[in-house]
């Protein structure tokens, strides 16, 4: 593959992950490559890992996070240039933790991706190859299938509408099933949140989104 591929171009055959080479010899590249057939490749631009079905990771770790805004301005070309599926995974931890709250809430509702947070490379290593398996799982069940969510980036969703104050995982998954996604979800009247959760919580739901 020539090194000038970029992101949309590169065609992932099933079963296999391909890394951008920055992460050569990295924990992540090491534990990913025990498990499932890891191609590290130039060329690829902004992007971290292509998956199968057209899905790709971009990659946020404790040391960006903690930079500055660099990395939005990263996700920000990602959405605005490719097609592809994106999913962020972000380091959460003790140093991290404090950012974390603004990262899912422009990740997922300011730009429509899924996020994913992990402890460390190993833990993301795992989430990843979870991910190719489940794509494979996919396409063995229906041949037609061209594009599905994972489970783990419903659950994503779900762990972030349980961000908002005072909703817990029953309200999140009522509010889910009323408004479908996030971005109805963030979209929704106060009228509309009320028939759901009721005025006071329905406030702060709005509250959450608009501010």
């Given at each position: 593959m020539a090194n000038h591929v970029c992101a949309g171009a590169?065609?992932?055959p099933h079963g296999h992950v391909i890394g951008n080479e920055k992460w050569k010899g990295s924990q992540i590249a090491q534990s990913i490559q025990g498990k499932v057939k890891l191609i590290l490749e130039g060329g690829l631009g902004i992007v971290d890992f292509h998956l199968?079905?057209?899905s790709c990771v971009?990659?946020?770790?404790?040391?960006?996070l903690v930079a500055g805004n660099g990395y939005k301005?990263?996700?920000?070309?990602?959405?605005?240039?490719?097609?592809?599926?994106?999913?962020?995974?972000?380091?959460?931890?003790?140093i991290s933790d404090q950012y974390f709250p603004a990262v899912q809430k422009f990740v997922?509702?300011?730009?429509?991706?899924?996020?994913?947070?992990?402890?460390?490379?190993?833990?993301?290593?795992?989430l990843i190859i979870q991910l190719v398996f489940e794509q494979m799982k996919d396409r063995l069940s229906?041949?037609?299938?061209?594009?599905k969510s994972p489970k783990?980036?419903?659950?994503?969703?779900?762990?972030t509408?349980?961000?908002?104050?005072?909703v817990g995982k029953a309200k999140a998954l009522l509010l889910l099933e009323r408004f479908r996604n996030l971005h109805q979800l963030c979209n929704a009247s106060i009228s509309d949140l009320e028939e759901v959760v009721g005025r006071s919580l329905a406030q702060q739901i709005h509250t959450f989104f608009t501010a």
């Open positions: 590169v065609n992932v199968p079905n057209r971009l990659y946020v770790s404790e040391a960006d301005r990263r996700l920000v070309c990602f959405r605005n240039t490719y097609s592809l599926q994106g999913i962020v995974i972000v380091e959460k931890t003790l997922i509702l300011e730009l429509g991706m899924a996020l994913l947070p992990v402890a460390n490379q190993g833990e993301a290593a795992q229906n041949p037609f299938l061209t594009k783990l980036l419903e659950s994503s969703i779900i762990q509408v349980q961000q908002i104050p005072g």
